[in-house]
């Protein structure tokens, strides 16, 4: 049996833990050690705390990078402001990232938008897979499509923010005698790519039959609370929301006066912030939710677009309200409302008209068919056969 490092480096979202806690539960079921190398070590406790396993904290950029262009035009200049613009700050993160290899020490590293794990990984000859939604694995041979594809292609910035990136990355595989990559989507692919998403919501669009998609990764909703919602009539709408937001309050407002029974969980209400808005039709969750039991329950979802419950949304065929707060969410945002099964808020004037759009996924059926679509075509989906065939999948690429 192998020993298996399961990565997260970049990206904030509790997400990420969480698809390496579906993928742990398996690969321990098949006799293989697994350590955890995660960004955050608090806001994760009480999402792995029923799992007896090693938690490192994760190297990361910890700093401001001074200079770069406004605004971020490919994956390039997201990983240029993570230190990718400096081999000598990459080899300083990797040298971190060594360290923990050998500690642990990992015969498979299992990459989360780690890229820097990846390099190391490389480093020392340790095979590597990469995990993740499609915006954090772009497509292989080919050079890193645009964030912005609406505008005018930057393809000066591009090439030269892509070309900085390698050239950090292989000036670092040279100090260690480790072959070059050849192009950067390498650093975040990995030597096997497992794509876990549905075609559907793909940012980089890729042509169903060209890729094998896993589907997302659902982490167990083992000790998340049952949904408690307001007392009455109105319709159920459930809200995740993360914050502070400027829009919260509004939204809020608007589904209080369309007379909606709303049951809200936010990260920062829950550890004691003040909630941007009260009321006898508004409850906010103290703990996480039972999404599988929530979701079924609300004619429609907020949220802010992160992929696991945009998925899940649509799974249970619920349409959604989608407050976007990144380039990763606002593309996902995007192919919903493609789809017709949601509203991206992202893509309309500011201000918003709340009680408009509200009434309108009240009101309107076709948001939920197109949702119910959805779920028909992917009601053989199996969150737990899913992690099982990763688990499967990642077995077989142990030294």
């Known amino acids: 049996m192998a020993n298996i490092l399961l990565s997260w480096e970049l990206g904030r979202a509790l997400g990420h833990a969480g698809r390496l806690k579906s993928l742990a539960l398996p690969l321990r079921a098949r006799g293989h050690e697994v350590s955890?190398?995660?960004?955050?070590?608090?806001?994760?406790?009480?999402?792995?705390?029923?799992?007896?396993?090693?938690?490192?904290?994760?190297?990361?950029?910890?700093?401001?990078?001074?200079g770069l262009p406004p605004g971020e035009a490919s994956l390039a200049d997201i990983l240029l402001a993570c230190g990718w613009?400096?081999?000598?700050?990459?080899?300083?993160?990797?040298?971190?990232?060594?360290?923990?290899?050998?500690?642990?020490?990992?015969?498979?590293?299992v990459c989360d938008y780690?890229?820097?794990?990846?390099?190391?990984?490389?480093?020392?000859g340790i095979p590597s897979a990469a995990?993740?939604?499609?915006?954090?694995?772009?497509p292989a041979l080919k050079a890193l499509p645009p964030l912005r594809?609406?505008?005018?292609?930057?393809?000066?910035?591009?090439?030269?923010?892509?070309?900085?990136?390698?050239?950090?990355?292989n000036k670092v595989l040279a100090r260690y005698g480790a072959p070059p990559l050849a192009q950067a989507s390498g650093?975040?692919?990995?030597?096997?790519?497992?794509?876990?998403?549905?075609?559907?919501?793909?940012?980089?669009?890729?042509?169903?039959?060209?890729?094998?998609?896993?589907?997302?990764?659902?982490?167990?909703?083992?000790?998340a609370a049952a949904p408690q919602w307001p007392a009455g009539e109105g319709a159920r709408v459930f809200a995740y929301l993360s914050?502070?937001?400027?829009?919260?309050?509004?939204?809020?407002?608007?589904?209080?006066?369309?007379?909606?029974?709303?049951?809200?969980?936010?990260?920062?209400?829950?550890?004691?912030?003040?909630?941007?808005?009260?009321?006898?039709?508004?409850?906010?969750?103290?703990?996480?939710?039972d999404l599988a039991r929530a979701l079924p329950e609300s004619e429609f979802v907020v949220c802010h677009a992160g992929e696991s419950t945009v998925s899940q949304a649509l799974l249970a065929g619920r349409p959604l309200l989608l407050m976007p707060q990144s380039a990763e969410s606002f593309l996902t945002a995007r192919r919903v409302r493609e789809m017709g099964a949601g509203i991206n808020i992202g893509e309309l004037a500011?201000?918003?008209?709340?009680?408009?759009?509200?009434?309108?996924?009240?009101?309107?059926?076709?948001?939920?068919?197109?949702?119910?679509?959805?779920?028909?075509?992917?009601?053989?989906?199996?969150?737990?056969?899913?992690?099982?065939?990763?688990?499967?999948?990642?077995?077989?690429?142990?030294?």
């Not at 995660?38 to 001074?66: C, G, M, N, S, Y």
């Not at 980089?204 to 890729?211: F, I, K, L």
Request: proline share 8%; charged share 20%; glycine share 6%.
């Open 131 to 138: 995990v993740g939604a499609g915006f954090t694995m772009p």
């Open 36 to 66: 955890f190398a995660l960004r955050d070590l608090v806001h994760t406790q009480r999402l792995l705390h029923d799992i007896d396993a090693p938690k490192f904290q994760a190297p990361f950029w910890q700093h401001r990078v001074e």
């Open 187 to 223: 650093l975040l692919l990995g030597d096997a790519p497992l794509l876990c998403t549905f075609p559907e919501l793909d940012p980089w669009r890729r042509p169903a039959d060209s890729v094998y998609w896993y589907g997302p990764n659902i982490a167990l909703s083992a000790g």
């Open 149 to 169: 594809d609406w505008e005018p292609a930057q393809r000066e910035r591009m090439a030269a923010g892509e070309a900085r990136v390698l050239d950090s990355a």
């Open 114 to 124: 780690a890229p820097t794990a990846r390099l190391a990984a490389r480093s020392l």
């Open 243 to 289: 914050g502070p937001h400027p829009e919260h309050g509004a939204l809020l407002a608007a589904l209080q006066a369309a007379g909606c029974r709303t049951l809200c969980y936010s990260p920062e209400v829950a550890a004691g912030a003040r909630p941007p808005a009260n009321g006898e039709s508004i409850a906010w969750a103290r703990a996480p939710v």
């Open 85 to 109: 613009i400096d081999a000598g700050a990459v080899h300083g993160l990797v040298e971190g990232w060594r360290a923990l290899l050998q500690a642990t020490q990992a015969d498979l590293v």
């Open 350 to 399: 500011r201000p918003p008209d709340w009680p408009a759009i509200v009434r309108v996924l009240l009101e309107q059926a076709s948001y939920r068919q197109a949702a119910q679509v959805f779920a028909q075509r992917h009601a053989d989906f199996d969150a737990q056969r899913q992690a099982e065939s990763l688990a499967e999948t990642l077995g077989t690429l142990c030294r």
